[in-house]
């Protein structure tokens, strides 16, 4: 049974064709901006379904009023499924004085559910700050089937090292060849981007990223595939979190962006709503 | 030391000013919506403030990333005083399926703090779910000094007996009568709201509740009392959660409305910050 929130609703429809079941939530906000959450329905284990983008702060308290709800109601055991995880790129201490703002969400969200499933986190070792169990589900088939027609002879690549692991991951699933961007600083102001020991010429391109802001790494690495040669190139990740014009600027650089649905945006093409019906299925009520 | 949220940044120059320490706070929100905090200084305690008023969601992560900073810097011991709690009101299950909104917040911020203390919470019940210490605080005398004045020979006056408390902890530190409002239906459609066992004839009177949104009750609290002959009627509250146009509507109404500075209004005249700062003094460092 699907507990669904605010950052969950554009996942509804196609759960429901999938055969999915919900409890029916009712969510809104007094006129002092509070929100006020109610379930309707009892039972012993509830998947609550919320992804936590903008307003951020407002989906993550709405998921502590549903987690206490729920246990309330008499809830024995809670998954939460959270697609797209806010904060977590704040993820380290860069400067003395930050919080790994990350972790204290993390903690928070413990306090209610005892598994977490997310997708794709930027780094999948804030995971061990989830006291229950917690799992980083892929979309890199997903992604992968989405590009297939279109990839002929093409390669996969991340724009930089530490997305190696996701350019693989879609890579091995279509089986066809990957790498990564590295940077070089040329000069004081100028950072030269290149990929690493493949030749792109006369072949298409995938680039993909967890996460896509400014787009201005995309731009950047289209350009420069453009001018070794490459035929068409795409652009995927698992999360949009565009900046205002960002779609606008990257569709017009490159053949095609497609991103998951973890986020609801214009260009959220590729679902991950299949795995998520998985989850339901593992789930033994 | 204090480490100031943005719920408590219009407390800052009166706390300097009566010779309070701070730990310098960076504050800013991300582009895409997320918040990050910094805290400048070290130490073994310090006090965290901040009010959540509206947008509440943001001020309590906010308080969470504070108290995650503050950790792993090195903090052993942590007081939180939150002025104004917000989702005090939502105390309770009403009707099936509904979280208890006040308790997911204190059980959270219970996470990062040892100690909480809130001004005239909604329900002091509430704070047994702070898993810390958790002390609720009064404005009764600061209230009090405010009106002293004003009110030779007046009355306190409770809209409900709820609320009688307040009233009747405003009066005795004064040295006046107090009492409280009572409804009663006298039709289908209409309650009618009386004074009991006082006579408000010839005298001054204030009204104290702990919350004003609307200020209905305010309002028709007041026009009976002038029906019945009392002469000037002033209305306090802790907290002015005012929706759109209620000052202005109660002022109509009223010889004067004045609240505490919990949350900042244009009728915040009567500050809590004397208090606050006791706190400092009993927090050793």
């Known amino acids: 049974m699907f507990v669904v929130g ?16 919900f409890i029916d939530v009712e969510i809104k906000r007094f006129p002092d901006g509070e929100k006020y959450v109610r379930i309707a329905g009892s039972g012993e284990r509830a998947i609550v ?3 936590t983008f903008y307003p951020q702060d ?13 246990r309330e109601r008499g809830f024995e055991y809670l998954r ?7 904060y977590s790129r704040q993820d380290r201490v860069t400067k003395e ?30 995971l061990r700050y989830f006291p229950g169990k917690a799992v980083n589900l892929s979309p890199a088939k997903a992604i992968g089937n989405y590009f297939k027609e279109k ?31 590295e940077k070089r600083r040329v000069s004081p102001t100028e950072v030269k ?37 490459a035929e068409k190139i795409y652009v995927s990740a698992t999360h949009g979190v ?19 649905n973890t986020i609801p945006t214009p260009v959220s093409k590729i679902s991950i709503v299949p795995e998520i019906m998985k989850l339901e299925a593992s789930h033994i009520v």
Chains 1, 2 share one sequence.
């Open 6 to 21: 605010s950052g969950g609703v554009h996942l509804v429809d196609e759960l429901r064709s999938l055969g999915a079941n």
């Open 49 to 51: 379904l919320s992804s």
């Open 58 to 70: 407002e989906k993550i308290i709405e998921l502590l009023l549903l987690g206490d709800a729920l």
């Open 80 to 86: 939460l499924v959270v697609p797209y995880f806010a």
């Open 97 to 126: 004085g930050e919080p790994i703002s990350v972790r204290a969400i993390m903690r928070t969200l413990g306090l209610y559910y005892d598994e977490l499933y997310v997708f794709d986190i930027h780094n999948p070792e804030t």
């Open 151 to 181: 990839l002929e002879n093409g390669v996969i690549l991340a724009p930089d090292h530490g997305a190696l692991g996701r350019a693989k991951a879609v890579a091995e699933f279509l089986g066809l060849e990957y790498s990564h961007f």
């Open 193 to 229: 981007m290149y990929p690493v020991d493949v030749n792109v010429r006369g072949r298409d391109v995938l680039i993909v990223d967890d996460i896509i802001s400014t787009g201005g790494t995309m731009i950047k690495a289209a350009s420069l595939l453009k001018k070794l040669g």
């Open 242 to 260: 565009f900046s205002e014009g960002a779609i606008e600027r990257i569709s017009k650089a490159v053949e095609e962006i497609a991103v998951t």
